[in-house]
C-alpha cells in the first residue's frame, strides 16, 4: 500500500506541486485580509464549496471497483465538502441574524 502510494505521488509530482503551491499562495493571501472582512469572505467561500462536492462525486463514479484509495480520498472530498457548505452557511444565516430588527 505505501508503495502505491508513493508510486501515486511520483507519477503525479507536477500536481502534487501545485496543491502545495496552491496553499501557500491561499494562506499568503488570507493573512493580507482585513479582519472585517475575514468572515464574510470565509463563509461566502465555504458556501460555494458545494463544487468541490460535485467534483468528488464525479470522481468516485468514473474510479474502477477496485480502487480503494481513490474511493476513499472521494468519500472524505463528500464528507469534508458538505461539512464546508453547512458551515458556510451556518455562519452567513449569524451574520445576517446580527442585521435584523428585533421584535
Known sequence: MI????NFLYENREMVFIIILSI????????H???V???P?????????GVVIIGAII?????????????????FAVILGTLNVVG?????DRMLEMFRKRK
Do not use: R
Not at 508503495?3 to 508513493?6: Q, V
Not at 468514473?62 to 480520498?73: E, G, K
Open 3 to 6: 508503495d502505491y502510494l508513493f
Open 24 to 31: 501557500f499562495l491561499g494562506i499568503e493571501i488570507i493573512a
Open 33 to 35: 485580509v482585513p479582519t
Open 37 to 39: 472582512l475575514h468572515t
Open 41 to 49: 469572505l470565509m463563509s461566502g467561500a465555504n458556501a460555494i464549496h
Open 59 to 75: 470522481v468516485m463514479g468514473s474510479t474502477q471497483p477496485d480502487n480503494y484509495f481513490a474511493l476513499l480520498l472521494g468519500f
Open 88 to 92: 458556510g452557511f451556518v455562519v452567513t
